[in-house]
């Protein structure tokens, strides 16, 4: 099983990334909030991937076919007050680099 960090704040709130194992470990947390987003770098397949993404689900067939694009990854991560980071290929690593950075700058640091 893989390790699922947890931020807890004063206030007694709990922070952590979405993943197949939080989600079974806390099945009924609340809405999660978006940290950062995996974007294509180019502009017109940024805009299609935009309103695709905007008309079906998370877990639709379509946002499946829109990870599987040949194509340069950005990782946005100013949901959360940080940089973007550009130019990862295939898609998977920039999801490395997202979860390694907010493990280790959004998750580790103390709130």
């Keep these: 099983m893989q390790p699922i960090k947890i ?3 004063t206030e007694g709130t709990a922070t ?3 993943n197949e194992y939080s989600r079974n ?5 609340q809405e999660p909030r978006r ?18 993404r905007g008309v079906s689900s998370d877990d639709s067939r379509l946002a499946a076919w829109t990870r599987t694009w ?8 100013s949901p959360v ?12 690593a920039a999801i490395e680099f997202e979860v390694g ?3 280790s700058n959004f998750l580790g640091r103390n709130k």
């Design 7 to 9: 931020s807890i704040d």
């Design 16 to 18: 952590y990334l979405i």
């Design 25 to 29: 470990a806390f099945p009924d947390a």
């Design 35 to 52: 940290a950062s987003n995996v974007l294509p770098m180019s502009l017109p397949l940024r805009i299609m991937f935009q309103a695709l």
């Design 70 to 77: 040949p194509c340069l990854w950005k990782v946005d991560l």
């Design 81 to 92: 007050g940080g940089p973007t980071y550009g130019g990862f290929y295939p898609r998977e």
């Design 101 to 103: 950075w907010l493990n």
